[in-house]
């Protein structure tokens, strides 16, 4: 007979959720590797999205060999967003983070987060580095564009617009934000940037260099599933624009970011008419109600010409320029800074 692991309560305590359906085996591995964690004041509790493999004899094994686990399991399958968005009424230690079932964390992961929340107590999260793995071999990391340090409140959302968020899964959050920590479904897929651009607008951040774990991209995950769908992405370009449009409207996000999100909309409308034609997306989508006639006119010459397919070969050349400007700030660092 196994003995249970037990553990003393330190404080503060971090809940850890890992949303699951269907996947046993990756799931006992994830789960160990939080329990494999150096900081023991934690609990595991995995959201079952009523998994029809052997996820529950899997479940009844890990909790009967640790009293730190815990099983949710839903009645019926309520979909993958509502499965994430189940977490914040969980919440009940003082930080908690999400884990996909996929993924693991490295030990020091908890701890590492930890200190910096008692280095500076006003952080709303502590997101550390995460880099980009396909088929084991790094792609690169969120974070190449982020100098380590403190970061104050708007100070970068700017970077988190551009698409250089960091991975939401390897983010330590407050509880206090718990209600910020929601996936909008109409931004199906991709509405983890828009937590992270909201939270980082309304809070300061801490980002840490410290290799956590991995996010792999092997083509099997929600997003690469998913494939281009060019109306999807108009769908998702126009309904994150108009949250983008609410936060600007209730004072939590700047004239200066909203003109970003403005271009950006307008940039990924671009993408998806190469592709899709932009006749098409007018017809299927909501373009008419979103755009102005005038800005409705650019885009459909814009279009014609596809001159947005210059557009990745320019963002090639900046994303090099900012990574080679975080090296050197890095090269110059002795110790954490602070970003205002």
């Not at 003995?3 to 309560?9: D, I, K, L, S």
């Not at 340090?149 to 988190?160: F, M, P, Q």
């Not at 998913?226 to 624009?241: M, P, V």
Request: proline share 4%; glycine share 8%.
């Amino acid at each position: 007979m196994t003995e249970r692991v037990t553990h003393a309560t330190p404080s503060p305590r971090v809940q850890v959720f890992i949303p699951t359906y269907n996947r046993a085996d990756r799931l006992e591995k994830a789960v160990k590797s939080v329990l494999g964690q150096s900081w023991p004041g934690l609990d595991v509790i995995v959201l079952d999205n009523h998994s029809s493999d052997h996820t529950p004899e899997v479940m009844q094994r890990l909790i009967a060999s640790d009293v730190r686990v815990k099983h949710v399991r839903h009645a019926e399958n309520i979909g993958m967003l509502a499965n994430f968005n189940a977490i914040p009424a969980l919440v009940e230690g003082d930080y908690f983070c999400m884990l996909t079932d996929d993924d693991t964390y490295e030990p020091g992961f908890l701890a590492t987060a930890l200190g910096w929340f008692e280095t500076y107590p006003d952080l709303g999260f502590v997101a550390c580095d995460a880099p980009t793995k396909r088929y084991g071999v790094v792609q690169g990391s969120q974070l190449d564009y982020w100098p380590e340090g403190r970061y104050a409140a708007g100070a970068g959302t700017l970077k988190c617009l551009l698409g250089h968020y960091p991975i939401i899964t390897n983010c330590l959050f407050r509880a206090g934000i718990r209600d910020e920590f929601h996936f909008h479904p109409e931004l199906g897929n991709t509405g983890d940037g828009f937590i992270l651009t909201e939270m980082c607008a309304n809070h300061p951040v801490g980002i840490s260099r410290y290799v956590s774990g991995s996010w792999n991209n092997d083509g099997d995950n929600a997003s690469s599933l998913q494939g281009f769908d060019a109306k999807l992405i108009t769908r998702i370009a126009i309904a994150e624009y108009a949250l983008y449009r609410r936060l600007f409207a209730e004072g939590r996000f700047t004239r200066r970011c909203l003109v970003v999100a403005w271009f950006k909309r307008g940039l990924s409308v671009l993408v998806a008419a190469d592709r899709g034609g932009f006749k098409a997306l007018r017809a299927d989508t909501s373009i008419d109600r979103a755009f102005g006639s005038i800005f409705r006119a650019a885009l459909s010459a814009a279009a014609a010409t596809h001159v947005i397919r210059f557009f990745p070969w320019l963002l090639s050349l900046w994303r090099k320029h900012s990574k080679s400007r975080v090296r050197r700030a890095g090269d110059r660092a002795t110790r954490p800074s602070s970003h205002q």
